[in-house]
């Protein structure tokens, strides 16, 4: 999309160049955030068509993206906006009224503003047929209205590439002038907060993450040498190194954490254009959208809660007439939630829709041979079937479902960051899905313990406490593993025999109790260590599919230990009937 330029000489050209360029790159997130705020405006003003304050938003995000993009030469996309925002001027005047059918034309044009800074970005060839005829529709739409003069070029844009040979070079102190002007309106747009606070690549960020992960290892090394040598002064000093150390990592992961709420606002047109589509009535609503998340944990999170917002509306809401029949409100609503629990953030997906079907399920497991036909199952565990890949209960295979893709992919998502996947529906009320996901991925708080010559982690928060294994208190029921913990008994298994673990076990061993979701699990260790600060590294290719590891971390002595999956060995035993739900 390169504009042709009038003569220059070479030095004042590669100047210009250097600044424009630097303008795009200072403009590249700035933009796709604006394209966000757009397309949830757009959704709420389609909700209360006649409410000014959404109109004067839609209407000034429109103007930004036109001035900016004029400043970065994108003058293809200025254009664009310009003929969008000239509509919502009218708007705002009360000539033309907000309807569905502009609605929908404004957020296609969204989408087609969002190609276009794809394929700038990407030094691609733009679509400008698709542009032209978005145009021709909103004139139609408005009945051939034109909104304000013809777009010219925002203020200072000419100075830096001329449209035609008829503009001569600009100077470069035009060009810095322009500059300055379009940096001082984006810190009037943005306001106060603006001077108090800096945009920073994600790229510097997770250097500084593994930079401090890597301090965090070798802290940990100085406080076991103090230790060895057992000299006062030296364990002062690592003790002191090991609180700044810990303030540090602290202070560097909240700078990750972000509010879930720039993710949930996404949704929004999902469900929009899924229910049109399906011929249903559905809300979404959120709640908690403050709640901070680490950034990564953030970005691999938006696959999975789409798939279960698609599930929710394509198998739980029913159609209008259905709902009326049964007596509920003709429209039907999802609510996405998070709320902080402990060092875990809980995202549930709840839908009023008609809740899983346990005989259809059923016999969907039967018939794939998952289960017996004469089976004795809980609900719960019947719910479990769908996360299997390949399982779908539809009859017919549609763009949207039948293809069993979905839940399983859901899983695997979710066990990759360490969360739990949690069901629970009520046939006729509604179903909801909860994710357990850990605050950070990056460093955790441990607690070691060994098996023979082996240490293993598990991650602290979910450890409630630690017992004694001894004939007295542990017993078996079939093939299953109990202790009886205080009058409370709590199914075990053995990570001696899970990992093959050569050599005897000691005469005492201890069990770990954790909290593998609403199920409290023991696992049995040799001997316990304690706490410790863990950072967290992946596998190699080779170990990468390992059942039961989710990664490993350096010791202060500089052996490995690996970091337990608990989820996942949770599902593994109950896979084999070993562990009881």
Known sequence: MEESRGPMNDESDDSMERIVEKLRITFKEEAYELLAELEATLLELEKS?????????????????????????????????????????????????????????????????????????????????????????FKKQTSGKTGTRAYSGPRGADLLLPLNDEKGPAGNDKVQTASTEQQDAREQRQGADALSSIRVATGKLDSLVNLVGELVTVQARLSQTALTFGNSALQSIAEEVARLTADLRDNAMSIRMLPIGTTFSKFKRVVRDLSAELGKEIDLTTDGGETELDKTVIEKLGDPLVHIIRNSIDHGIERPDERMAAGKPRRGTIHLSALHSGAHVLIRVRDDGAGLDVEKIRATAVERGLLRIDAEITAQELWRFILTPGFSTAKQVTGISGRGVGMDVVKKSIDAIRGVLEISSEKGVGTTITLKLPLTLAIIDGFLTKIGADSYIFPLPLVEECVELTRDNAFSKGNRNLINVRGHIVPYIRLREQFAVNGEAPLIEQIVITNAGKRRVGLVVDAIVGQHQTVLKSLGAFYRDVEGISGATLLGDGTVALILDIPKLVSMAEQYREVGV
């Open 49 to 137: 068509p006649a409410d000014s304050e959404s109109i004067n938003r839609a209407f000034r995000v429109l103007h930004t993206i036109k001035g900016s993009s004029g400043m970065c030469a994108f003058y293809d996309i200025a254009s664009f906006a310009h003929e969008i925002e000239a509509y919502f001027d009218l708007v705002r005047k009360g000539e033309i009224v907000v309807t569905k059918e502009l609605i929908d034309l404004t957020i296609l044009a969204s989408d087609q503003l969002t190609n276009l800074f794809d394929v700038i970005y990407r030094d691609g060839k733009a679509d400008t047929e698709r542009t032209e005829q978005l145009v021709a529709l």
